[in-house]
């Protein structure tokens, strides 16, 4: 499998720091509003990796952050006038919504910036210790010039960016030693939420957030660290140079990126009045195009948000439904039981449907390619499961179209509803069948119901339910 890695701006071959297992940090949103789109273009690409490495058997402990402390969050707090704290509980809440919305898998860990203070002062500290960072007036910086490959992940010239922001030292309006020192620890300031420290009460820098929360999920050696590409510089070029400083380790094997989500071509924003939320986009669609959309590009490449591409995108995932829902029909409905010969010849054409969506994942997660692939099977679906033909034909393509879909977070098989009284009724149907020995009708009902999600307790009462 190969992956794009930031690092060395090529792809790699695959090798996890540890058999069998893939350790993933993917930056969280900054929680003080509904996430916009742009924040789930990340979320779902790093979820659809974590579902492709997960079907290739690998075991992903997948770590997920919300920085709950922050500028914009305690000032939409006091907008309020309620607590920081408020804000943040209420747009994770929030966020959860929208991610299962899109069929995004809770991560293993979703740590709280604010519960892991703890961690962030151990670290601080370490790298005060190793002469990595110094304190003035409350305030701890990072010495950028002690580390030594500051700069390689974002591949920038330091010295251009060191001239480019000397003036502020000059004008001596700034304490720290270098232009490129960043902050591990401020002071508070009136109203802000606050924690005690050797240096001052006050709250952490953002970067150290990252580096304390990987470490302590995942361990200092992690595979992959992923986030949007505006992360790369200052936030990921900051996080490499805190943990391996402080742990004195390779942190991250490879780094991933995502390119930017755009609306209309323009880049979103407040002020061009084209920000999109998630939850906004759910009135109109089922997030699942959302989802669909997203996918039908490269991740590394821009994509463009419209109203066009959205209709393209349920056009495009209507046909995968609609085969699905056909599939399934003729699962319970087919002329024959057993595949016929003609149906064994035509499955044994089926491995290459599968065989070009891994060839596609691999390559660096090309998931527009994998949706060609996925189109391909579904062409194959229509045009040889047929009423003639048999249950298991039919079901045994449902299987590999939901196989594959299900890795690109895509729910093909439609819940359907079902009222108290049908249940009820078909209920009533079937203790009539068995009492006239129509075992097969009962049974034919129980399914019925438990594809539905109703499962059956027989119990002295008489037959009770419940949705699974
Ligand atoms: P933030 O809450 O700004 O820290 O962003 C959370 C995540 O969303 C980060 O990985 C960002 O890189 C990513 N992100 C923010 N805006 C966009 C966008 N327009 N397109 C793609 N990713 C974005
Ligand atoms: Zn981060």
């Not at 620890?185 to 939420?193: L, R, S, V």
């Not at 094997?253 to 989500?261: E, Q, R, T």
């Not at 087919?334 to 010849?345: I, L, P, S, W």
């Not at 196989?403 to 509803?417: A, H, P, Q, R, S």
């Amino acid at each position: 499998m190969k992956l794009y890695n930031t690092m060395s701006k090529r792809k790699e071959e695959f090798v996890p720091v540890e058999e069998g297992k893939v350790k993933m940090y993917v930056c969280g949103p900054t929680v003080y509003n509904f996430i916009h789109i742009g924040n789930a273009r990340p979320m779902i690409v790093f979820d659809t990796v974590r579902r492709y490495f997960e079907y290739k058997g690998y075991d992903v402990n997948f770590v997920s952050n919300f920085t709950d402390v922050d500028d914009k969050i305690i000032k939409k707090a006091n907008e309020e006038g309620v607590s920081a704290d408020e804000i943040s509980a209420r747009y994770i809440a929030e966020c959860k919504k929208d991610m299962e919305g899109m069929n995004i898998k809770p991560a293993t860990t979703h740590p709280l910036a604010t519960q892991e203070i703890d961690g962030m002062l151990t670290m601080i500290s370490t790298l005060i210790e190793k002469g990595y960072a110094y304190e003035k007036n409350g305030t701890v910086y990072f010495r950028t010039r002690n580390f030594k490959d500051y700069g390689k992940l974002s591949h920038k010239n330091l010295d251009d960016l060191r001239s480019g922001n000397r003036s502020l030292l000059v004008s001596g309006e700034n304490e720290k030693e270098d232009p490129l020192d960043f902050v591990l620890w401020k002071p508070k300031k009136e109203g802000e939420p606050a924690w005690g420290s050797p240096w001052s009460e006050g709250r952490p820098g953002w970067h150290i957030e990252c580096s304390v929360m990987s470490k302590k999920y995942l361990g200092e050696q992690i595979d992959i660290h992923a986030g949007g590409e505006d992360l790369i510089f200052p936030h990921h070029e900051n996080e490499i140079a805190q943990s391996e400083a402080a742990n004195g380790k390779d942190f991250s094997k490879y780094w991933m990126h995502n390119a930017f989500l755009n609306i209309d071509n323009h880049k979103m924003s407040k002020s061009l009045g084209n920000f999109r939320t998630v939850r906004e986009i759910s009135e109109q669609y089922d997030l699942q195009i959302l989802r669909f959309f997203m996918l039908s590009a490269h991740y590394r490449s821009p994509l463009n948000f419209s109203a066009e591409l959205m209709e393209a995108s349920k056009n495009g995932l209507e046909r995968i439904l609609n085969a699905a829902d056909n599939l399934k029909y003729l699962s319970g409905n087919a002329k024959e039981e057993k595949m016929t010969d003609g149906e064994k010849e035509q499955f044994a054409k089926t491995p290459q449907f599968a065989a070009a969506f891994e060839t596609a994942m691999e390559d660096d997660f090309n998931t527009a390619d994998a949706i060609a692939a996925v189109f391909d099977l579904v062409k194959f679906a229509n045009t040889t499961a047929e009423a003639e033909g048999s249950k298991e034909y039919a079901k045994a393509l449902f299987g590999l179209l939901v196989k594959l879909t299900d890795v690109l977070g895509l729910i093909v098989e439609k819940k359907e509803e079902i009222l108290d009284e049908e249940i009820e009724a078909l209920i009533a149907e079937r203790q009539a069948a068995r009492k006239e020995k129509n075992f097969a009708r009962a049974d034919e009902i129980r399914d019925e119901l438990a594809a539905k999600g109703i499962v059956l307790l027989d119990t002295r009462e008489g037959v009770k339910w419940k949705k699974a």
